[in-house]
């Protein structure tokens, strides 16, 4: 009776030591070129032994994969968040926008040094090509999830229309925040709300009729 509390205490610890060596990652390719860093530097920075790294990860080639898997999944965490709201209205978009811009604050060291890091990593294109359609194809499936929501729009319509919401979003987010491109705007999110509900606007609720 007492064997599964302790296997998962095991997997919770197992879980945030992984976290822990991947946020180390991200410090220390950050302060050197990714063929210089040493797994001994991440070790040193998540305050654990070379061993424990090891036992994660073979080498820092599985680091970086890590890491890019680890943004793709906080973009899906922001997806979800999306797909959970009851409703879909050019207001619920907008407050979703606020925390989908918290979330790629949150990937963007990330980002930058998953991809400076990739091609000394020897990760083929034709693999980070897989990776990265796997990926978007969750996101799309979990917009388009909900029949309800996109009543008498054709399958491919409605896929490509999340499809493009998807690459707005994230080609925004990732010039804005990754790439730090300056904007006048005072709000900026308003002006990508307002390119997502045209996007999306098949599966849209007018706020009004909410009233």
Known sequence: MESTPRR??????KSLTHRRLLDAAVTVFAEKPFLDARMEDIAQAAGVTRATVYAHFPGKAEIVD???ERVYDLMEEAYADLTAL?????????TWLDGAEARWREVAPIRRVANAAS?????SLGDGR???IK???RYVGMLVGQPGRWQGVPPAEARQRALMAVL????????????????DTADPLHLLADSLCHLLAPALENDSALD
Request: glycine fraction near 4%.
């Open 86 to 94: 009851p409703r879909w209205t050019r207001a619920g978009i907008r």
């Open 130 to 132: 897989v990776q990265y």
């Open 119 to 123: 091609p000394a990593a020897l990760r």
């Open 168 to 183: 707005q979003t994230e080609s925004f987010f990732s010039a804005w925040i990754a790439v730090g491109w300056p904007l």
């Open 66 to 68: 890590a890491l890019v």
């Open 135 to 137: 990926a978007h194809e």
């Open 8 to 13: 998962n205490l095991r997997e919770e610890q």
